[in-house]
Nanobody
Framework: QVQLVESGGGLVQAGGSLRVSCAAS????????MGWYRQAPGKQRELVAV???????NYADSVKGRFTISRDNAKNTVYLQLNSLKPEDTDVYYC???????????????WGQGTQVTVSS
């Protein structure tokens, strides 16, 4: 089985910064894309940023220039640096990873449990 565990969320004032991390562990053969999503109560989960295994990144327009996604392939870990935070960035942030592992020969998307980011005005 494969597990994703997020850490690093919390409460920060507007204009501040946070870094969230997500470590994948378990029976992992290969990880392709890793990404961060966010979801507010009653809303759909939306993509924040994604990074492929070769380091290609893509961001939601709302976070471009403020957030930076990175990964450490040796540690099976993805990071999201959140700068210039705004109250509207308040959400639960989830990481996801496309993994070959857990006994299956094809990519499966695994999700973390989510970490709360709250930005006060």
């Amino acid at each position: 089985q494969v597990q994703l565990v997020e850490s690093g969320g919390g409460l920060v004032q507007a204009g501040g910064s946070l870094r969230v991390s997500c470590a994948a562990s378990g029976n992992i053969f290969k990880i392709n894309a890793m990404g961060w999503y966010r979801q507010a109560p009653g809303k759909q989960r939306e993509l924040v940023a994604v990074i492929t295994s070769d380091g290609t990144t893509n961001y939601a327009d709302s976070v471009k220039g403020r957030f930076t996604i990175s990964r450490d392939n040796a540690k099976n870990t993805v990071y999201l640096q959140l700068n210039s935070l705004k109250p509207e960035d308040t959400d639960v942030y989830y990481c996801a990873a496309d993994v070959i592992g857990g006994g299956t020969p094809y990519y499966t998307t695994y999700w973390g449990q989510g970490t709360q980011v709250t930005v006060s005005s």
